[in-house]
């Protein structure tokens, strides 16, 4: 079996989204030496400015696809060629892992979305990223053949929120890289000693945005400081992500300056000497799909307090702290301080969360995500034998625009010529296709060929009409064959207007159907 996988994240950074690829295909790498993977460092919307730096396993059964071609050679051809061409044939099943579907047909496909905030709190998100993951849902709907999420949490919010049904959603659970791990004689990391320095210290890890809950942890720390002479201070280590402005006023409004420190991006062996070496780990998020620190702190024996909504109880198990309401400041404030205050709780946490921990392990999660692909794969009910516009688009492969809505139904442009691949059953002795003209008068004809061979020719009306066309008998029945629709005709500018495409036709439907 051939996987592709789009690896272009993974040249960005090693957070969130980057951090899952990554770690998935390191444990294919481990796991599997058996199927061939194509890791897609490029892909049809996507050049990473450091491509060079995504994950790419030194072994003989994978491949990085345009990995031998020069940077800046393969930049000129990437925006000078044909992209589909450039990137060559589709690999059995593509795996795309970034919220996002891709932009061309493949056998089988599966998305990754971890959650589907942008829809249930838009509030915390950019109005840029909600409309692209809005965007990119709607492409993952109608292209993919499986929906794989990383909690049943958030299995439950994708068929309760977007109206997809529950058994086309697999639930496989992340987990923390392997590097995460109880460290002997860990210390504070130098360059960070004079911001934290001998105290105790609770550490928080993930971007500075509404979503994470900031604020409630600073007013939690500030009422905690209020009534104690704890000397401990917070770190908050973490990119700056949007919307945060109320978390630097927070430490304002507080007079927490010298209390609250926030440490920026931190490196690997940075993060894993902070884990170790906080008194507590807290992680107070509102929202979350899994929320993968929680698992990376208890990996190296941090004690852990966190929220009990989302997926947040799904991962942190008995092992976590849990206030209830995740705007309760007092709940978290008294929270702070028993844990600070009483060192056999911390231990029984270290206790509790290494084991928690041991329950996720990348491996599983790369074998379960493999068993997921094998079973895709090889379910031949997933083989389309129709394409509806702006509903299942599965067979689209190529000459098609964007779906454009109609009183009568969602529609596709096609170009002077559109590429469809159906799975042509035995039963099946017919194609339907409907179709309509852009123009009023009817001069436009529509040719269909199955596999090469024209099977017959229509004239389109400028409304939708369904045209059925009889198969010969020689076809192969019980494979996948390749349609092709053409139109004899060019638009002419005067009609197009300000319209640069080339528009064929206005294709509805398309269908192997059995007629008496």
Not at 151 to 161: D, L, N, P, R, T
Request: aromatic share 10%.
């Amino acid at each position: 079996m051939r996987i592709g996988i789009d690896v272009s994240m993974t040249a960005d950074a090693k957070t969130g989204l980057p951090s899952y690829g990554r770690s998935l295909v390191e444990g294919f790498a481990r796991i599997d030496q058996q199927n061939e993977y194509w890791l897609y460092r490029v892909t049809w919307s996507a050049f990473p400015a450091k491509l060079d730096a995504a994950v790419a396993p030194r072994k003989g059964n994978f491949k990085t696809v345009l990995g031998n071609i020069a940077r800046k050679k393969l930049a000129r051809r990437w925006h000078n060629e044909n992209r589909k061409a450039l990137l060559g044939p589709p690999p059995d099943i593509y795996l795309s892992p970034f919220h996002n579907a891709p932009e061309r047909w493949f056998p089988r496909l599966i998305c990754v979305f971890h959650d589907v905030a942008f829809r249930v709190h838009p509030e915390f998100s950019t109005e840029a990223n909600r409309v692209y993951c809005e965007q990119q849902w709607e492409r993952a709907t109608r292209y993919a053949d499986r929906i794989l999420t990383v909690s049943h949490f958030s299995k439950a919010e994708i068929v309760q929120h977007m109206g997809i049904a529950a058994d086309r959603v697999d639930v496989v659970h992340e987990a923390a890289d392997p590097m995460f791990c109880q460290v002997k004689g860990a210390r504070i990391p130098d360059r960070l000693k004079a911001q934290i320095g001998n105290r105790p210290f609770v550490l928080y890890v993930g971007s500075i945005e509404p979503r994470k809950n900031l604020t409630t942890l600073i007013e939690a720390f500030a009422t905690m400081h209020s009534r104690t002479k704890s000397n401990a201070v917070l770190a908050i280590a973490g990119g700056s992500g949007w919307k945060n402005s109320a978390i630097y006023a927070a430490i304002e409004q507080y007079g927490m300056k010298d209390k609250v420190h926030f440490l920026g991006f931190v490196t690997d062996p940075e993060l894993i000497e902070l884990y170790n070496t906080c008194t507590l780990f807290c992680y107070p998020s509102i929202y979350e799909g899994f929320g993968l620190p929680v698992i990376e702190a208890m990996s190296c024996g941090a004690p852990v307090i966190t929220c009990r909504v989302a997926s947040l109880p799904e991962v942190g198990g008995d092992a976590a702290l849990y206030i209830d309401d995740p705007r309760d400041t007092a709940a978290l404030s008294r929270l702070l301080q028993e844990v600070i205050e009483d060192p056999a709780l911390q231990a029984k946490l270290r206790r509790d969360g290494l084991a928690q921990a041991a329950r996720f392990h990348w491996d599983r999660t790369a074998q379960e995500t493999l068993s997921l692909m094998q079973r895709t794969v090889a379910n031949h009910s997933l083989d389309r034998t129709a394409v509806r516009m702006g509903v299942d688009e599965r067979g689209l492969v190529d000459g098609f625009y964007d779906t454009e809505p109609a009183p009568e139904g969602a529609y596709r442009w096609m170009q002077s010529r559109g590429v469809l691949r159906l799975f042509l059953r035995t039963l099946s002795n017919a194609l339907q296709v409907v179709a309509a003209s852009p123009l009023k008068e009817a001069t436009a004809t529509l040719i269909a060929k199955v596999n090469g061979c024209t099977i017959g020719t229509a004239l389109l009306y400028h409304g939708p009409r369904t045209f059925t066309f009889a198969l010969p008998a020689h076809l192969p029945h019980q494979e996948l064959v390749e349609l092709f629709l053409e139109i004899n005709y060019a638009m002419p500018p005067a009609m197009k207007g300000g319209d640069t495409r080339d528009l064929g036709a206005r294709v509805y439907q398309v269908a192997f159907v059995q007629v008496d």
